[in-house]
């Protein structure tokens, strides 16, 4: 059952609220002797932490992680790994007017539904606040991953505009807010977000998520696809409403000529693929490519515009969401994004060795 | 652990290859004392079966399902329901120039990888062949349901045209090869598929699902989240490489305004939303409203038309996929994308009331 | 979800009634490119095929089993087997009488309560005649853990006679109907058992099953012990009530100096123990002695004396169990309790390499 | 997957070493708007808190417990319940001697041999102070079965020394320090263990626990059978090497006759077993009778008595376990198997609910 828990072998169980007195993590199933401390964790994070720009909510939180268990002089231990997170900025008194009603496009009203009781303080169990543990996760998931494979990801699109992907530059990723990987497109944003958050509205976002260097042969034939529990994974992450692999919808419009990648034999004996439609993953079974996944976050919905609601007691309200939000949750969704992709290679990683010990790591043939 | 395996409470267990002596499945925790027969289960598997039009494969399977266990006097006895079809129209002479050759766009290569050994013939486990048994498990999802669930699904795409929205008809859907709710756009899919067909290529396609009478309450906070769930499934579907949720990839060029659904209290006590951006769940749970889903299923990678590949033993070839295909499989995508979020939705109410039993099953508020 | 599942890894799920069509399994995880034909799996479905002796039930069944799926040329490809046996000599005349009456000692009633409908015939679902499929299953669960580990049984005790352990030979295994690896205990418990069974009786029985050759590091820490998983398989046959380990209730007996089995240094540099009290298993982990395991089935509850019981009317009844039945359900659990081990066991070494892909197999340790 | 959770439904996962900063757990699943506080779980952790008797580990631990999650106002929320507890008296220097040897009866071996690196600090993640958590976790499970289930147990064994059955007594268990329900064998083997201590040996114990009032249906009927489960749970406890239900053991040397629980109407509609040979479970489902399990405990390994192990440098040595040990470990799993058969019964009260919802509480039959 995968009510709070996340993967199969590569485990991760969060609990905790927004304002509870801390949030924390249950990684199980990391494998033993890989060194790990506090530093690995902390820098993504950082990356993922409120209050670094004007363009993301101004709660403050410096976010530091404790490790609580399952490592010992410096190494994992192949026992579960606790992680825990302080809350230190809990201002309730922001949130005592939302106590009883429901904030549209929240779940204050599905949780009053379904539980009858909840913890309304920032959301309680539905903040992003949770993100941070998945943040912390998959900074272990990249050990189990190695170095041989890379994750990162970017922010494409905020409200309707993309960024130019011909400009596209990793570097210029980290530097700017919006992890936009196009220096034109961040200024561009920059005075989007700031007339967005000035009027009291917010935006939309698209993120891009990247691994590179993954193996061949991760992922199972029909339900244990590996495109399939990515799906899973992002939409799993707050405010996000679509997931795609490749080219994703726009395979939809391809012929099948365009769509399927060739294949041809390199020098060295492994197999190329001469393009990438399918996304690295094709029959749920990763190809070697890069894994390419992209996720649309939907704008925060937490306003300053008063919005039509009811409230607890069957009233029709008016609401008016004060407190400290960011104008587009999207763009803290990028490290969080990175880290359920890490999530869900690591745990595939795993159970690829379970089954196949012996698999081959490189898309190499024998020749005759 | 999920490789062959679907859902938590409601489970699905298949097995089966394409060119096998029969598929099957398992469907373990359904409920007792439902009425099922193959009577009930046989219509959806005609609505998918092949053969039917010139626009899907030629291939004729009967595809006659049997109930093996589970089902006592015409009633399910809360054992696992065994389901079985055989195999009949195995040309397995159709792929024997496969055996060597991976198939781009295909996971011949990927299984190749992984496993070192594979069934071929027309793609073994990773045929299309295997959502048979998704479709079946479906219907008796839908048992579980109940007859104030409704879930029905249409194709809204095929390569680059798309149905007209305000000419939607239900009734429409039924009356054409495609599942395409609007009669003009029918006409239209016609004559580009023939010309696809003729041509020796393919088209990829977007369903649209939709279930209405869903109670709200059902999903978990966080990774059972029921979008997220609904991805993972509809992604695992063959050929599938996008899923969204109501808005969608849209949502990400709206405002918060524009995006959160507002809410006003019925005469009836019941909450009622003003639109539905959100595909009727917030923060992982249904809201009561229909769940509103799409996938994008890219074209068929059998085609007519010589592909550069490379055998298994490291040989560069040219390959044309002889053999019956359908020239768009999105169209027999239509009931199996019903059948996944049929089977979401069952689990999801089991799970529900495992935790919450005296849940309501409406958005009824009390009035002061 | 266990409720007809068994393992994590090596995941087996079985369906089907007594008086059914037929019974089944899918064994899901099982690594590719093992051998692997019916021939591998019969033998073991004949040591506990019914009518061999007139010490186990007359009916007839010659429990073919067939390979639908998951076996290409041979050779397992990594994707689900399922396993079909039919079933053949369903006399439901014979439990006409019990359709409407609980047989005492049998879960007649509970699932009459639970499940409100059931397939009474010869018990339906909670038929012994579920266990083939776990003997079949345990075959294939052989072929993973190779030819290095020995997995075998034998019945220990019927009623109050034990077997004298001094004269154990487990040649004679197999060369009396019983099991019993002690001849003149075999010779004993065959007037013992014509006696019961002449008198409409029956009579409880002790199993003991062993696995050699395991390697060390199988298990896990705390929930995932591999005695507790051993103990809920064992339990999970059909009349079993209790399980031991190594010295299992006689341990309670020991002193800590008595209990505790000693290590030294053996000549090769491998760890030895000087006993084996532990049957194999410390902190839930293997130590590479051999895995010692007890089992108590208790004496048939269908016995052809008349017993007070109910009927689902609410009414007082007598009721006598005709049919066909073992008067020590005992001996036929052998072959089973062994499929469980070997099932446990191959479930935990695809576990194992997927946490610690270079443990070691033996107990070596350096030599400074 | 379950190397450190428990359970499906009512989902408990546990972390934290012996001589780490603390040990918590998470428990999932549990329903929304059962009251709870601190003060709920507080008491059972105390009757299982070290340094309460000389029959007990001297090691100080207040075991305070906190609740950091899933509790708002005084209710559970249905989100995850974080539980947490501080190590405080962790005299790490005790056990400085034991990081490079193994000693007998303990994990240290297999967790070598599996993990490589392991926290040797008191056993590290394989302390018994891992079942302070289980304990926890067994507060919850009883606020789930509500009031109208007891959950009890009681120490029949010390040694070779039982209690007498006919003098049992529940109140008497609560007034000393054995949890002994009869008192001239509590007298006894307050000799017996304080003999025991002082010869620097240890002595091994038989516990049993029941639970009246449990619902008839609860179970499923292969490899969820409720004794299954039970058994599994029981030998997840550490140092426990033996379960049985009901007669156990004892019932392989009945005849059919004197097992198998005879019934009978009960003026009030309900079903009436004359006996409870089966100990309250027939097919893996509950009668309604009460479950009755018992366990036996081996000795504590760690003694004052040299004994023969080995180094990680491969070397012969002699231990001597010096530290704070219960000189009988059995005592303080009374209150451990009572949680683990609570957490049980809670995992199977919701599956049971999810499955069949309107399934009848009592053994009531209808009259004609």
Not at 115 to 129: L, P
Not at 321 to 329: N, S
Request: glycine content about 12%; some cysteine.
């Amino acid at each position: 059952m995968s009510h709070n828990s996340f993967g199969h072998l590569f485990r991760v169980t969060t609990w905790g609220e927004s304002h509870g007195p801390a949030i924390g993590c249950v990684v199980d199933g990391c494998p033993p002797g890989l060194a790990l401390t506090e530093d690995d964790i902390q820098p993504f994070l950082d990356r993922r932490r409120p209050g670094q720009s004007k363009f993301v909510t101004q709660r403050q939180e410096p976010d530091r992680v404790r490790i609580l268990s399952g490592v010992f002089g410096g190494l994992t231990t192949g026992t579960p790994i606790a992680l825990q997170i302080e809350n230190e900025d809990q201002r309730s008194r922001d949130y005592g007017d939302i106590a009883d009603s429901f904030r549209p496009g929240h779940a204050d009203l599905t949780y009053h539904l379904k539980y009858g009781v909840r913890d309304h303080r920032g959301g309680g169990r539905s903040s992003a606040r949770e993100t941070a543990m998945r943040v912390a996760a998959g900074a272990i998931a990249r050990k189990v991953l190695g170095t041989g494979v890379s994750i990162r990801g970017a922010l494409v699109q905020i409200g309707a505009e993309a960024v130019d992907r011909a400009a596209w530059d990793w570097a210029v990723v980290e530097q700017n807010p919006f992890f936009c990987p196009d220096p034109a497109t961040a200024s561009r944003w920059e005075a989007t977000l700031t007339a967005a958050r000035k009027s009291g509205s917010s935006l939309g976002a698209i993120i891009e998520v990247q691994a590179t260097g993954v193996p061949p042969g991760l992922g199972a034939p029909i339900y244990g696809k590996l495109d399939a529990e990515i799906a899973g994974a992002l939409m799993s992450i707050n405010a996000v409403k679509a997931v795609e692999i490749g080219d994703g919808f726009a395979a939809a419009a391809l012929s099948g000529e365009s769509n399927a990648d060739e294949m041809r034999m390199a020098p060295d004996g492994t197999v190329q693929f001469l393009s990438n439609h399918a996304g690295g993953i094709l029959g749920g079974i990763s190809t070697g490519q890069p894994v390419v996944a992209r996720f649309a976050v939907k704008p925060t919905s937490s306003i300053l515009t008063p919005r039509l609601s009811v409230d607890r007691h069957g009233q029709d309200v008016e609401i008016l969401t004060k407190g400290r939000h960011d104008p587009c949750v999207g763009i803290r969704a990028v490290p969080v994004g990175e880290a359920m992709l890490a999530c869900v290679l690591a745990d595939h990683v795993l159970r690829h060795r379970a089954q196949v010990p012996d698999a081959p790591t490189t898309t190499r043939l024998p020749r005759n």
